[in-house]
């Protein structure tokens, strides 16, 4: 299984609203990942999780929360979001935070749109 | 701080031509760098990687790079468009010690029959 999951496929919420992205793999990594892409944009990186523990937060507004339960899965909670927040949200993992890099595997994303 | 350039955000070609997308890089060290490519509303899949072993890197799909330090480079190659290919195409380049990417601002290919 070389797969990063990513659920829902598609989102759309109120400013108001609170809602969980989520991303899982079974390939044994353990370093997992949040991007975020907007149109006819590279991807950015909002977050690193390595072995479970938040390892970089790269100036990410609060409103984003993420949370890594185990090493197979990763959540981004959104609360109080601006529609400018309205991306591609990508999860990736690769086998370490740290250490020679062999590239990471994504996610189809989570489409995102705050209303 | 490292850093990846992409040359032409967009780029056409024949279906059965070659295809030359440009990635410079700007790294203090032996940098590991990456292409990925993404197909409309998809997520980034990795094409091929330099990490510091061959020169030339062969990748999925027919695609290749070969890195140079003279000239900073990590060209991708095709010899063959295929309509297929059609898709945007992101140059990254990893931060020492993480797999951090750090992603150019991506060039567009489009293959016309």
């Known amino acids: 299984d070389t797969e990063v999951t990513q659920t829902p496929k598609h989102l759309v919420m109120g400013m108001t609203n609170k809602k969980s992205l989520k991303c899982e793999q079974h390939?044994?990594?353990?370093?997992m990942y949040w991007y975020k892409q907007k149109a006819k944009k590279p991807p950015e990186l909002m977050f690193v999780y390595s072995y479970e523990k938040l390892s970089i937060n790269e100036s990410v507004p609060s409103r984003f929360s993420p949370e890594c339960p185990n090493s197979s899965l990763l959540n981004l909670h959104l609360h109080a979001l601006q529609p400018e927040d309205s991306a591609l949200y990508l999860c990736?993992?690769?086998?370490?935070?740290?250490?020679?890099?062999?590239?990471?595997?994504f996610g189809q994303g989570t489409r995102l749109t705050v209303v | 701080a490292q850093s990846v350039t992409q040359l032409g955000s967009h780029v056409s070609v024949s279906e059965g031509a070659l295809v030359l997308l440009r990635c410079n890089y700007s790294?203090?060290?032996?940098?590991?760098l990456f292409w990925y490519v993404q197909y409309p509303n998809q997520g980034l899949q990795l094409l091929l990687k330099?990490?510091?072993?061959?020169?030339l890197v062969k990748g999925i799909n027919g695609f290749e790079a070969e890195f140079k330090k003279s000239e900073t480079s990590f060209h991708l190659t095709k010899p063959s468009a295929h309509m297929s290919d059609a898709a945007e195409y992101f140059c990254?380049?990893?931060?020492?010690?993480?797999?951090?990417?750090?992603f150019g601002a991506g060039t567009r290919l489009a293959v016309h029959p």
């Open positions: 990254a380049v990893s931060e020492s010690g993480y797999n951090k990417l750090i």
């Open positions: 330099y990490t510091s072993a061959a020169t």
């Open positions: 990736a993992s690769s086998q370490e935070g740290r250490g020679k890099p062999i590239g990471a595997f």
């Open positions: 790294s203090s060290v032996p940098p590991y």
């Open positions: 390939m044994g990594h353990r370093a």
